[in-house]
């Protein structure tokens, strides 16, 4: 088995990133920053096939060429929902952290400029077969 990288949305201005954690095996990490100005950065319960079904689902929305709403857990504590909106031919995104996924934790929104349909798939297949 190969160990799993992580996934990034965004450019060095604002960026969210699911991670698998280094130290324990099976725990992932939900990271963001805006411009240094904003940053998250927390654990999730996200278990390696729900990673994987988040990034098939992500990849049928990258290649179904419309906007598309994807949540990383199909559950009330979701750590990621992602919104796309097309600009063109790229996708922007509009990302909702729930640090924890508690339902008593405020949410935080951050928008992602577009990215290129061909580099985002490129991460995504990365990502993909990192976690076979």
Do not use: Y
């Amino acid at each position: 088995m190969t160990e799993a990288v992580a996934l990034r949305i965004g450019d060095d201005q604002a960026w969210v990133e699911l991670a698998p954690e280094e130290d324990a095996p099976g725990q992932w990490r939900v990271t963001a920053d805006w411009v240094g100005a904003f940053t998250a950065d927390f654990e999730c319960d996200l278990g390696a096939e729900e990673a994987a079904a988040f990034a098939d689902a992500f990849l049928a929305g990258v290649d179904g060429g419309g906007s598309f709403r994807l949540e990383a857990k199909e559950s009330r504590d979701n750590p990621l929902m992602l919104q796309s909106v097309r600009a063109g031919d790229d996708l922007a995104f509009v990302v909702r952290l729930t640090p924890n996924g508690h339902d008593t934790t405020v949410h935080l929104d951050l928008e992602i400029d577009p990215m290129d349909r061909a580099e985002l798939r490129g991460r995504l297949d990365d990502f993909r077969r990192s976690l076979v």
